[in-house]
């Protein structure tokens, strides 16, 4: 085939435009060199023409929030001879920790690869990824997505601490990969002791890297950071041998806790923001930071719903994650939008819920000039979609709920299961 190809559909749907009927893409080398109406790219081109008939073409979307590495969790329960059955939040961390414990870097890497297939295959082209083991990013690497990395700092103690910064800034400094950017993820204001948000703040400051927080996601969460309080206290941190370390708590919320040390910016995702307060949202609102919700794990984990009347009130940037499937039910972001737009009728429409999953994506990440739209000089990620209906007012509904995900192309390139 040449290189140059135009796609075409009944239909282009873009994030910030209305819906184009007979809308097309020129595509050249893996990127969109032109866009618009099938007749007038014809007129313009001689390349060849691949055209999808009553079907949609939509951005690829974009996973704000993710954990591949536990991508293989739920096999990973069924065969762990771990006999527990978590009742709360902090008892599912413990889960969590105990299954971790009995794993090796094959089976990390194999979870990696799966999260990637899922993704794929369910319309997803780039990610915000969370990766407890720099290690693992040449997995990422090796595959068509794009998108940031944020590697994980944890540790109360200091010598856990400086081997996780040590280890994300050895990937930072190494030669990037063109598909792929670097940030942070200071884990959770309970899983990094005060002491160590200047370093972060100073290092992510040196060296222009953004950063990926979970913040408030929990009641226990709260109450651990206000005054030390409840099950992290209680069951958490002794499990993890973090007793030593209960004490003199922040006595704030985990938002001005993180606004406090600098870590709330316009390059930072908060994601989950649960349980804020109003004044929580005023912080994050001037501290330009962006909104990652995951409704699905909040919802199977049992730990409330985002404020999203408050969020769109006061215009915070919003996107959305699946999390990961040790809290989730699937990686795929039809599955979320479609049980956001349940779960929040009143407060998110069908063009929020696709800006949250593409434009504000890429924001999110700090990838809007690769990623996000279906506009010139951006990569050639697209979705065929079909079982559409409608005319320019109420096709995008349609397709937000009733859509059905036939192809997507990678950088231009079909994907067809070769990770």
């Not at 200047?198 to 290092?203: D, F, G, Y």
């Not at 950071?225 to 499990?239: H, I, K, N, Q, R």
């Not at 923001?273 to 994050?284: E, M, N, P, R, T």
């Not at 407060?347 to 010139?376: H, P």
């Amino acid at each position: 085939m040449s290189d140059e190809v135009i796609y075409s559909a009944s239909w282009l749907i873009n994030p910030d435009a209305p819906p184009l009927a007979g809308g097309a893409l020129l595509v050249r080398n893996g990127s969109i060199v032109e866009t618009g109406a099938l007749n007038v790219l014809r007129s313009r081109h001689s390349a060849p023409v691949v055209d999808y008939p009553g079907s949609v073409l939509l951005p690829g979307f974009i996973n704000a929030h993710t954990h591949f590495e536990l991508s293989h969790f739920p096999s990973w329960l069924h065969k762990s001879p771990v006999d527990y059955a978590p009742r709360s939040f902090a008892e599912w961390i413990i889960q969590l920790i105990k299954i971790k414990r009995g794993l090796t870097d094959d089976d990390y890497r194999s979870s990696v690869k799966e999260g990637v297939r899922i993704c794929l295959e369910s319309g997803t082209t780039s990610i915000g990824e969370v990766v407890s083991n720099p290690a693992l990013a040449e997995e990422y690497c090796r595959s068509p997505l794009a998108g940031r990395l944020y590697f994980e700092l944890l540790g109360q103690e200091s010598g856990l601490f400086r081997h996780k910064l040590a280890a994300a800034m050895a990937e930072v400094l190494s030669e990037e990969p063109k598909n792929f950017h670097s940030g942070f993820s200071p884990h959770s204001p309970y899983t990094i002791a005060v002491e160590h948000l200047a370093t972060i703040r100073e290092t992510a400051a040196a060296h222009s890297l953004p950063l990926a927080i979970h913040l408030s996601e929990s009641r226990a969460e709260v109450d651990f950071v206000f005054d030390g309080s409840g099950e992290l206290a209680v069951t958490f941190f002794p499990f993890v041998g973090w007793g030593q370390f209960l004490g003199n708590p922040p006595g704030c919320s985990s938002t001005e806790l993180m606004q406090r040390h600098g870590l709330l910016t316009p390059k930072t995702v908060a994601v989950h923001c649960v349980h804020v307060s109003d004044s929580d949202v005023d912080i994050l609102k001037k501290s330009g930071a962006h909104i990652a919700l995951c409704p699905r794990s909040n919802d199977l984990l049992d730990v409330g719903r985002a404020p999203v009347a408050l969020f769109k009130k006061a215009a915070i940037p919003l996107a959305l994650g699946t999390d990961s499937l040790a809290s989730n039910n699937s990686l795929s972001m039809w599955d979320e939008l479609r049980f956001a737009l349940e779960i929040f009728p009143d407060d998110l429409t069908e063009l929020d819920l696709l800006r949250m999953v593409t434009t504000g994506g890429a924001a999110a990440l700090g990838i809007t000039a690769e990623c996000g739209s279906l506009d010139i000089g951006k990569r050639a990620d697209f979705q065929v979609v079909g079982n559409i209906a409608g005319d320019e007012k109420s096709v995008l509904a349609h397709v937000m709920r009733e859509g059905r995900m036939q192809e997507v192309f990678v950088a231009g390139v079909r994907y067809v299961g070769d990770v």
